[in-house]
């Protein structure tokens, strides 16, 4: 029902910057609630950054707070999460999911993309 496409991942050096994209097509109207996750080698997969449909909520994990930025386009059916100041310790797949609420739980959305991959070095 809906499809999400990430993209913009890649090796970027500590202190850098990289913004992700994902595009969604489908019925996106019944779920307008757009979030990123994340899961790093050996770890379990966890909440990064949600938006509202009309961007008026944003909410982050403690860990990306002040350095990442979650947006949306909807007009391109497109939300963005723009990383800045990256660390190792952001090394992970991004995934985007869409769902019907803001919320930090990942069983709660309905929709996964496939990822992306982001590496980021010391």
């Known amino acids: 029902q809906v499809q999400l496409v990430e993209s913009g991942g890649g090796l970027v050096q500590a202190g850098g910057s990289l913004r992700l994209s994902c595009a969604a097509s489908?019925?996106?109207?019944?779920?307008?609630?757009m979030g990123w996750f994340r899961q790093g080698p050996g770890k379990e997969r966890e909440f990064v950054a949600g938006i509202s449909w009309t961007g008026s909520l944003t909410i982050y994990a403690d860990s990306v707070k002040g350095r990442f930025t979650i947006s949306r386009d909807n007009a391109k059916n497109t939300v963005y999460l723009q990383m800045n100041s990256l660390k190792p310790e952001d090394t992970a797949v991004y995934y985007c999911?869409?769902?019907?609420?803001?919320?930090?739980?990942?069983?709660?959305?309905?929709?996964w993309g496939q990822g992306t991959q982001v590496a980021v070095s010391s």
């Open positions: 489908g019925r996106t109207f019944s779920t307008p609630a």
């Open positions: 999911a869409a769902g019907r609420r803001v919320v930090i739980t990942s069983t709660a959305y309905d929709y």
